[in-house]
């Protein structure tokens, strides 16, 4: 993966479903779908603690501020 997509996550603070479906709908949007598979494996695998979601999320998506 060269260039990541842009995610703007704007939802409660440490609310992981919020950042699960943003990160999904960002790699949709890009049409990365062998990326989102990876990524919702990774997710579930390594369990869904906010912390340990930030980590794997960035791997796949650019975090930028909400405009």
């Given at each position: 993966?060269?260039?990541k997509?842009?995610?703007?996550?704007?939802?409660?603070?440490?609310?992981?479903?919020?950042?699960?479906?943003?990160?999904?709908?960002?790699?949709d949007?890009?049409?990365?779908?062998?990326?989102?598979?990876?990524?919702?494996?990774?997710?579930?695998?390594?369990?869904?603690m906010f912390?340990?979601?930030?980590?794997?999320?960035?791997?796949?998506?650019?975090?930028?501020?909400?405009?």
């Open positions: 993966m060269c260039d997509p842009k995610c703007s996550y704007y939802g409660e603070s440490n609310d992981v479903h919020a950042l699960i479906g943003c990160v999904i709908k960002t790699l949007k890009a049409k990365m779908n062998k990326e989102k598979l990876e990524y919702i494996r990774k997710i579930n695998r390594d369990g869904n912390d340990s979601a930030i980590k794997t999320s960035s791997k796949y998506v650019e975090f930028v501020e909400a405009e």
